[in-house]
T-cell receptor
Framework: GESVGLHLPTLSVQEGDNSIINCAYS??????FIWYKQESGKGPQFIID?????DKRQGQRVTVLLNKTVKHLSLQIAATQPGDSAVYFCAENWAGGTSYGKLTFGQGTILTVHP | DGGITQSPKYLFRKEGQNVTLSCEQNLNHDAMYWYRQDPGQGLRLIYYSQIVNDFQKGDIAEGYSVSREKKESFPLTVTSAQKNPTAFYLC?????????????FGPGTRLTVL
């Protein structure tokens, strides 16, 4: 079946560095992608999303890049802070021509930021 | 404040017992979802509902049951048929029809089978 996967299960960075978290997806029909942040013992929180008709979207300190040619998604976090330490999940959505789309989640990347 | 609430935060169950996890949302979302998360892993979909009185099995529905009698509520029952129920359970909701796929998550319920 179709799946979303992450290249790196863990990432350690120093405070102030930029972080890049990668995600590969296999469903070429997916038209919407989301990045979530999950802190220990809590539910995932929305970070940023991007539609398949875009290749880049920026938020506050975060940028998502979408490369449909190689089916690759990345999350860039600028000036990483200790509070950014969490598990990051990418998820893909295929509406399939209807208004409903089921999110498929990757396994997650653990980001650790050292002071 | 609008949002999704789950209760209880921690739940302990003896083997052979059924247990029901609560999920309530006041976001006026049509769609609701239940996920299971095991340590160090991603989220797996158990059941989802797009509208009141309708729900569909997800990827791992065996041993679980749901109901959707009200728009704001989507309780999950973990039955004794679920062989390995210890996990972190997450409820989510989303708008249907707006074209967006963003799901809003509750804080989760950690279920431990003794």
């Amino acid at each position: 079946g179709e799946s979303v996967g992450l290249h790196l299960p863990t990432l350690s960075v120093q405070e102030g560095d930029n972080s890049i978290i990668n995600c590969a997806y296999s469903n070429s029909a997916s038209d919407y992608f989301i990045w979530y942040k999950q802190e220990s013992g809590k539910g995932p929180q929305f970070i940023i999303d991007i539609r398949s008709n875009m290749d880049k979207r920026q938020g506050q300190r975060v940028t998502v890049l979408l490369n449909k040619t190689v089916k690759h998604l990345s999350l860039q976090i600028a000036a990483t802070q200790p509070g950014d330490s969490a598990v990051y999940f990418c998820a893909e959505n295929w509406a399939g021509g209807t208004s409903y789309g089921k999110l498929t989640f990757g396994q997650g990347t653990i980001l650790t930021v050292h002071p | 404040d609008g949002g999704i609430t789950q209760s209880p935060k921690y739940l302990f169950r003896k083997e052979g017992q059924n247990v029901t996890l609560s999920c309530e949302q006041n976001l006026n979302h049509d769609a609701m979802y239940w996920y299971r998360q095991d340590p160090g892993q991603g989220l797996r979909l158990i059941y989802y509902s797009q509208i009141v009185n309708d729900f569909q099995k997800g990827d791992i529905a065996e041993g679980y049951s749901v109901s959707r009698e009200k728009k704001e509520s989507f309780p999950l029952t973990v039955t004794s048929a679920q062989k390995n129920p210890t996990a972190f359970y997450l409820c989510a909701s989303s708008i249907v029809g707006a074209g967006d796929g963003e799901q809003f998550f509750g804080p989760g319920t950690r279920l431990t089978v003794l």
